[in-house]
Antibody, heavy 116, light 106 residues
Framework: QVQLQQSGAELVKPGSSVKISCKASGYTFTSYDMHWIKQQPGNGLEWIGWIYPGNGNTKYNQKFNGKATLTADKSSSTAYMQLSSLTSEDSAVYFC?????????WGQGVMVTVSS | EIVLTQSPTTIAASPGEKVTITCRASSSVSYMYWYQQKSGASPKLWIYDTSKLASGVPNRFSGSGSGTSYSLTINTMETEDAATYYCQQWSSTPPTFGGGTKLELK
């Protein structure tokens, strides 16, 4: 069965960076786009971007250009998202999700808290 | 980007009641997707391609619409349906989500 297992919660300082992971199993990792989606407490969902692990191609929501960097390691079937220059506005739960037009499988989410 | 506006923001329904959630798009979209999210959990794909139920979704749910107006309907509310529902489009990039409709049990 398809599973997306994300890394654990992060508490990070303002101005720093964080890298979170999403390990895929149960399907061919290189054949599907992997997306990253942000959810702030009480807020809705915001698409950050996708990576196609087969060739490393990426596409970002303009809002997250310079904030998020997506990478993938085919050997371990793991996708990564690095968030840089963190501020309180980056405190949120971040999901990875597989999909094309719809997001059919989601990771459990990673809570990132930015606090001094 | 296309803005999706859901209504109502919150709704309370009794078991057996019919529930309809609406999603309006700022520009025409070809398909709408719906997700169910329960507290503390990840969203689950619930309806895709406007009207197709995802695997395991009870057939009391249905989706319809076209252009700029779409809806999710629950024919008879059950306790397990209490959750937040989000619509989503990807007719244009970036894909966007509605603000969510919280469905509570009355």
């Amino acid at each position: 069965q398809v599973q997306l297992q994300q890394s654990g919660a992060e508490l990070v300082k303002p101005g720093s960076s964080v890298k979170i992971s999403c390990k895929a199993s149960g399907y061919t990792f290189t054949s599907y786009d992997m997306h990253w989606i942000k959810q702030q407490p009480g807020n809705g969902l915001e698409w950050i971007g996708w990576i196609y692990p087969g060739n490393g191609n990426t596409k970002y929501n303009q809002k997250f250009n310079g904030k998020a960097t997506l990478t993938a390691d085919k050997s371990s079937s793991t996708a990564y998202m690095q968030l840089s220059s963190l501020t309180s506005e980056d405190s949120a739960v971040y999901f990875c999700a597989r999909g094309e037009a719809a997001f059919d499988y989601w990771g459990q989410g990673v809570m990132v808290t930015v606090s001094s | 980007e296309i803005v999706l506006t859901q209504s109502p923001t919150t709704i309370a329904a009794s078991p057996g009641e019919k529930v309809t959630i609406t999603c309006r798009a700022s520009s025409s979209v070809s398909y709408m997707y719906w997700y169910q999210q329960k507290s503390g959990a990840s969203p689950k794909l619930w309806i895709y391609d406007t009207s197709k139920l995802a695997s395991g979704v009870p057939n009391r749910f249905s989706g319809s619409g076209s252009g700029t107006s779409y809806s999710l309907t629950i024919n008879t509310m059950e306790t397990e349906d209490a959750a937040t529902y989000y619509c989503q489009q990807w007719s244009s990039t970036p894909p966007t989500f509605g603000g969510g409709t919280k469905l509570e049990l009355k």
